[in-house]
């Protein structure tokens, strides 16, 4: 299919667990980002890449890690979960930056950290 | 820092038109002006963006005024699929130079 997916759409881990968030664009963008929203919040930006094996921090990346082997992928990895990285993740994609592109975003992963 | 300022919430009925004021009075001389929306249970999706003078595309209308601290979304004739939360997001080098920076935006209310 088309477009900018993310799997799983639904997850419940228990604290300390590892947990890996996937992000996948059929568009072969070259910039992707993972962005986080807590309940009544805008989104924060957690990670973003320019290019594969290109990647900068956003403005919260303690206790995140990503990685861009390939420009269609981009995982999100928590290694050791906690209660506050309960969340909704999104994952986007434009053509450049955003200063200047639209963002893609897909539909979004709901994670539960019990 | 480049901030905004929105309504929480504004409400408007259906088919009338929306406009959705935006504060950015600290916005630098380079930096386009961005609008996404959300709707409930949703991704944001792109709405418009423009650096200087009025934009238009097929979802809405941007005013920016001549002094870009302030712009405005219009939406011309509002429909119940128009609610949504609507962020206004003017790009800013402490987000990293190529993210967006999402407040809290306004959440928009139609009636019928």
């Known amino acids: 299919d088309a477009g900018i997916t993310q799997s799983p759409r639904y997850k419940i881990t228990e604290t300390g667990r590892q947990v890996t968030l996937m992000c996948h664009q059929t568009w072969s963008h070259s910039y992707m980002f993972w962005y986080r929203q807590d309940l009544g919040h805008g989104l924060r930006l957690i990670y973003y890449?320019?290019?594969?094996?290109?990647?900068d921090k956003g403005e919260v990346p303690d206790g995140y890690v990503v990685s861009r082997s390939k420009t269609e992928n981009f995982p999100l990895t928590l290694e050791s979960a906690t209660r506050s990285q309960t969340s909704v993740y999104f994952c986007a994609s434009s053509e450049a930056g955003a200063s200047y592109n639209e963002q893609f975003f897909g539909p979004g992963t709901r994670l539960t950290v019990l | 820092d480049a901030k905004t300022t929105q309504p929480n919430s504004m409400e408007s009925n259906e088919e009338e038109p929306v406009h959705l004021p935006c504060n950015h009075s600290?916005?630098?001389?380079?930096?386009?002006i961005h609008w996404y929306r959300q709707l409930p249970s949703q991704g944001p999706e792109y709405v418009i963006h423009?650096?200087?003078s009025n934009v238009n595309n097929r979802m809405a209308s941007l005013a920016i005024a001549e002094d870009r601290k302030s712009s405005t979304l219009i939406l011309h004739r509002a429909t119940l699929r128009d609610a949504a939360v609507y962020y206004c997001?003017?790009?800013?080098?402490?987000?990293?130079?190529?993210?967006?920076?999402f407040g809290k935006g306004t959440h928009l209310i139609i009636q019928p």
């Open positions: 600290t916005i630098s001389g380079t930096d386009y």
């Open positions: 423009g650096l200087t």
């Open positions: 890449s320019a290019a594969a094996d290109i990647t």
């Open positions: 997001i003017p790009p800013g080098p402490e987000v990293g130079a190529d993210g967006l920076t």
